[in-house]
């Protein structure tokens, strides 16, 4: 199938591993010239010969200047992927409501949310020009609250109840936006011995490793194991491209139905 996007361009965030640097790969080999975001230029990102930006996302001019970045480097604008997301390390994201501070909101909102609305609005202009597409990848989380942290889930809710008001807003001048929202994905954000799932791991005072085996099961995943970065790039990617022309203000799960609702 030609998805058609030979020569376009696109912008990616939180590209320098897992479902961000499975999109850049993706991407370029459908031709796609891309600008691949993220704090740090990984060795993998750097293979893959995209052009790296380093920038933290959560401050307040980092998307704009990383926009401004891109349009230089491509010289407008077709796709942008607003990948970037989850938290770092030192987040602590495992304990109930009483134990997340302020503070933990505001970094989990700057990084699932405000980075996303902020490197949209920079883009936008360029984006119309181009009647280009943006893909928002959001989370299972959103409609399954319980499921994750709740400061990480109130965030993602937030960014897929964005793609769908913004995508109202901007069709009739050409631009689509869609929300992409994974289930459990084999990324650091899972595997890492200082991630998450090693977080909530010794939080339930069980193996890593045994944490892991049990995670398609205990999400409620039919197809018995975690999504590869992979298939939720290629999702990305069509989204992304022209055949998805009538597809706007959705939200695609992709998730072994763990959500069990329609
Ligand atoms: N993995 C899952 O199970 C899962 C499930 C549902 C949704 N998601 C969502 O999918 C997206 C990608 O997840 P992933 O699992 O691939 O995550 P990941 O492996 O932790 O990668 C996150 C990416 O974001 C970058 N990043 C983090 N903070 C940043 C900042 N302040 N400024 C710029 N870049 C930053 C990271 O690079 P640096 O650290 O070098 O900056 C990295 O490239 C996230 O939005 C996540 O919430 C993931």
């Known amino acids: 199938m030609d998805l058609q996007l030979t020569g376009k361009t696109a912008l990616v965030t939180g590209a320098s591993r897992g479902i961000g640097l499975a999109t850049v790969t993706a991407l370029l080999a459908e031709g796609v010239r891309v600008v691949a975001a993220a704090r740090t230029i990984t060795p993998e990102l750097r293979a893959t010969g995209a052009r790296g930006v380093a920038v933290d996302l959560t401050t307040?001019?980092?998307?704009?200047?990383?926009?401004?970045?891109?349009?230089?480097?491509?010289?407008?604008?077709?796709?942008?992927?607003?990948?970037?997301?989850?938290?770092?390390?030192?987040?602590?994201?495992?304990?109930?409501?009483?134990?997340?501070?302020?503070?933990?909101?505001?970094?989990?909102?700057?990084?699932?949310?405000?980075?996303?609305?902020?490197?949209?609005?920079?883009?936008?202009p360029h984006l119309t020009e181009a009647r280009g597409a943006i893909v928002n990848v959001s989370s299972t989380s959103a409609r399954t609250p319980h499921a994750g942290p709740i400061a990480y889930s109130t965030a993602k809710a937030a960014l897929t109840a964005f793609g769908k008001a913004l995508?109202?807003?901007?069709?009739?001048?050409?631009?689509?936006?869609?929300?992409?929202?994974?289930?459990?994905?084999?990324?650091?954000?899972?595997?890492?011995?200082?991630?998450y799932g090693a977080q909530l791991a010794a939080s339930l005072g069980v193996p890593h490793a045994q944490l892991l085996d049990g995670l398609p099961g205990t999400a409620g995943m039919v197809t018995g194991r975690l999504v590869d970065p992979g298939e939720v790039a290629a999702l990305v990617v069509y989204l992304g491209s022209p055949l998805a022309a009538s597809m706007t203000g959705a939200d695609h799960i992709i998730d072994g139905n763990s959500v069990k609702a329609v």
């Open 60 to 124: 307040a001019d980092g998307p704009a200047r990383l926009v401004d970045r891109a349009l230089a480097e491509l010289g407008g604008l077709d796709l942008l992927v607003n990948n970037v997301g989850g938290g770092d390390a030192d987040a602590n994201w495992t304990g109930g409501f009483l134990d997340v501070t302020d503070q933990q909101w505001s970094d989990a909102f700057d990084v699932n949310f405000f980075a996303s609305v902020r490197t949209a609005r920079a883009a936008l």
């Open 167 to 195: 995508a109202e807003e901007v069709g009739p001048r050409g631009v689509r936006v869609n929300t992409v929202s994974p289930g459990p994905v084999r990324t650091a954000m899972w595997e890492s011995p200082d991630g």
